[in-house]
């Protein structure tokens, strides 16, 4: 077999090998032909590459209701809709603790433009959303993928880092 490990692809890239007859040899000693070959289809999940909460511009200790959580993918995805009604179902959080406020609500789910990086701004309507820092946060393995035409799921999971806190306290 061959295997390389090259440190620079992304999960969306499909590789490129090439080799050179010399070294390979089958059982019967028959030296391996020159070989060169990309990969015909990417079977790389997107995995989230990090979770982080920030504490926006009102500065209050805790949840607040501009309060942020980036999830950066390792590469574009199919950017499913995501808001209050299936939030908790698609990014599934730890220790059953959740995303929507006491009313049932978030404040917006916004996929940026290369569909890789979402931004979740919580609410906190009657009483502030379960979520934590250190939960893990898991995709249902359903919903988020690669897109076409592979539909490769994301199933990683990433643990929540950043503050909800003032900055500096």
Known sequence: YLSFSDGILTTAALPFLSYTKGTLKDGSGNFMNNVTTAACTDSARPVILSAVAYDNLRNAAGVDNDDTVVITFSEPTNAPT?????????????????????????????WNTNKDRLTITLSTAVTAP??????????????ISDGQPNFNKAVSSRQVTGSFDIPGA
Do not use: C, K, M, R
């Open 82 to 110: 995501i808001d209050a009604t299936n939030i908790d179902d698609i990014i599934v959080l730890s220790s059953g603790h959740f995303w929507v406020d006491g009313s049932s609500g978030i404040g917006s789910a916004e």
């Open 130 to 143: 379960g979520i934590a820092l250190g939960d893990i946060i898991t995709p249902d393995g359903v919903s």
